[in-house]
């Protein structure tokens, strides 16, 4: 992926949304990390699409430290603190287009949207 239109990165219960040619915009979590990728995908109609790794254009980056928000776990040092608190929890970064390959099936699939509703997808043999 090259260039995301859209990227969502959350930090305890603030995202932080930035659209390709929009000024950036900020609000509070509503529900979970994992609900905010939900509706996303749902709106752009990656998420009926169910093609095995790859679910529409979307590249998802968890932090290790997100657990801490999830089970509502005690951070015992200073040094957890400040990391959990300066790291997001979740990157969601939607493209275009994705050009995924497959080393074992020996595969690659180009996964596109054209806007809402619109994935498409193509499969080339290598």
């Not at 040619?21 to 905010?36: H, I, T």
């Not at 790291?87 to 099936?105: G, K, M, R």
Request: net charge negative; with cysteine.
């Amino acid at each position: 992926g090259f260039d995301p239109f859209e990227i969502i990165e959350v930090r305890g219960d603030e995202l932080l949304i930035e659209r390709r040619g929009r000024q950036a915009e900020s609000g509070r979590l509503s529900g979970n990390v994992f609900s905010v990728l939900a509706e996303r995908l749902a709106h752009y109609g990656a998420a009926t699409m169910m093609m095995g790794p790859v679910a529409g254009a979307c590249i998802v980056t968890l932090a290790y430290d997100l657990i801490y928000r999830i089970e509502r776990l005690r951070v015992d040092s200073a040094a957890n603190r400040r990391t959990l608190n300066s790291e997001p929890d979740a990157v969601f970064a939607f493209y275009d287009t994705l050009i995924v390959h497959d080393y074992a099936e020996r595969k690659t699939e180009i996964v596109g949207v054209g806007g809402p509703g619109a994935w498409t997808r193509f499969l080339i043999r290598c």
